[in-house]
T-cell receptor
């Protein structure tokens, strides 16, 4: 199994400010997908953003963007203009493009948004 | 709305008493997954089905079994639950190939308590 590491168990951000969540991963593969999933207190995980490793351009989805550094095997999530509804657990995940259908997750970062 | 439904949301069982968790989907996705999520830990992949093909993770205990009688339904059977099996169990689906592939859609989870 691939290893996905999230070194920040908890983060907090003031409402309307920007926060960056970190993720690193270990792989020998050249083609893969990376994801950030959000798990609100209701516990249903939803996709926030996806990055394909062969694309150099960083993915963006409205207030969410990533900084994908392939050589460093780093995939951070930036949340701009943070809102109260952004409070949740955020999981980084990896999926190989070549071998199997498995998705592997990091341990998550709990984000608190301070009003 | 197309979705992934897990039942029951909460399950209490006694030590050693078999339990079955169910997952149904209306997305017509060909891949279905079962994850175990313990508090403050990464979701851990137990196994997945690609159509009728069952794929077990190497470290999934034999105590955990799965059935997929048709495209829409998948079951997780825990034959003799131990205290260490208390967790949230997440079902997820994905479509292998085509637009929207490589994205997981999750159910709300089934929380298992073992007494």
């Amino acid at each position: 199994a691939q290893t996905v590491t999230q070194s920040q168990p908890e983060m907090s951000v003031q409402e309307a400010e920007t926060v960056t969540l970190s993720c690193t991963y270990d792989t020998s593969e050249s083609d893969y997908y990376l994801f950030w999933y959000k798990q609100p207190p209701s516990r249903q995980m939803i996709l926030v953003i996806r990055q394909e490793a062969y694309k150099q351009q960083n993915a963006t989805e409205n207030r969410f963007s990533v900084n994908f550094q392939k050589a460093a095997k780093s995939f951070s999530l930036k949340i701009s203009d943070s809102q109260l509804g952004d409070a949740a657990m955020y999981f980084c995940a990896y999926r190989s493009a070549d071998t199997g259908n498995q998705f592997y997750f990091g341990t998550g970062t709990s984000l608190t948004v301070i009003p | 709305d197309a979705m992934v439904i897990q039942n029951p949301r909460y399950q209490v069982t006694q030590f050693g008493k078999p339990v079955t968790l169910s997952c149904s989907q209306t997305l017509n996705h060909n891949v279905m997954y079962w994850y175990q999520q313990k508090s403050s830990q990464a979701p851990k992949l137990l196994f997945h089905y690609y159509d009728k093909d069952f794929n077990n993770e190497a470290d999934t205990p034999d105590n955990f079994q799965s059935r997929r009688p048709n495209t829409s339904f998948c079951f997780l059977d825990i034959r003799s639950p131990g205290l260490g099996d208390a967790a949230m169990y997440l079902c997820a689906t994905s479509r292998a190939g085509g637009s929207g592939a490589n994205v997981l859609t999750f159910g709300a989870g089934s929380r298992l308590t073992v007494l």
